[in-house]
C-alpha cells in the first residue's frame, strides 16, 4: 500500500523526507509540501506515516481488500503513543489495528561506528554482525539439525 499526503494538510515540515529509507518522500520546491516521487519503489515501512505530526500521509489500499477510490485510515496519537490502522473489506468487514509508533525511543540505537569492526572469519558465520549480544538476548533460537537426536 503506497503511501501519498494531502497537500492540504501537510505543513513541509520534511520529517517524512528524513525517516524515508527509499528516498522517495521529497518536498516539492514551488508547494512547500510532501509528495512520494515514486509509489512503485516505496518499501511500506510507513515510517513516513508514523513520523508525520500533521497526520497528511495515508496509505492507498489495494483493490484485493479495498473498494475502489478507497485509503486505508490511518489514525497517529502521539499523546498514547501509538498508530491505528482501520481497514474495509469489500464485503464490509471492518478491521482495525494498533501499535506502537516506535519500539524504541530515539537516539538509543548505536551507529554501526560504535562497534568494532567484525574479524575476517566472521564473514563464515551464519549470524549477522554482532549477534546476538546487539540484539541484547543471550543466544539466537536455533533449529535442530537433521539427524541430531532430541531429548
Known amino acids: 500500500m503506497p503511501t501519498f499526503a494531502y497537500m492540504t494538510r501537510c505543513d513541509g515540515c520534511g520529517q517524512c523526507v528524513d525517516i524515508c529509507p527509499s528516498d522517495i518522500m521529497h518536498i516539492d520546491p514551488v508547494y512547500r509540501r510532501a509528495y512520494n516521487i515514486e509509489p512503485n519503489f516505496c518499501w511500506e515501512c ?3 506515516v508514523k ?3 500533521q497526520h497528511a500521509i495515508d496509505v492507498r489500499g489495494y483493490a484485493d481488500f479495498a473498494p475502489l477510490g478507497h485509503s486505508v485510515r490511518v489514525l497517529r496519537e502521539e ?3 501509538t498508530i491505528s490502522w482501520k481497514i474495509v473489506y469489500r464485503d464490509g ?3 482495525e489495528f494498533t501499535f506502537p ?3 524504541t525511543p530515539w537516539g538509543s540505537i548505536r551507529p554501526p561506528a560504535d562497534y568494532a569492526p567484525p574479524k575476517p572469519g566472521d564473514l563464515d558465520a551464519p549470524t549477522l554482525a554482532h549477534e546476538p549480544e546487539a540484539l541484547m538476548v543471550p543466544a539466537l533460537p536455533s533449529l535442530p539439525r ?3 537426536r532430541q531429548e
Do not use: D, F, L, Q
Request: aromatic share 6%; proline share 11%.
Open 46 to 48: 510507513y515510517s513516513c
Open 93 to 95: 468487514r471492518v478491521k
Open 79 to 81: 499523546e498514547k503513543g
Open 51 to 53: 513520523a508525520c505530526p
Open 101 to 103: 509508533i516506535r519500539t
Open 146 to 148: 537433521p539427524g541430531a
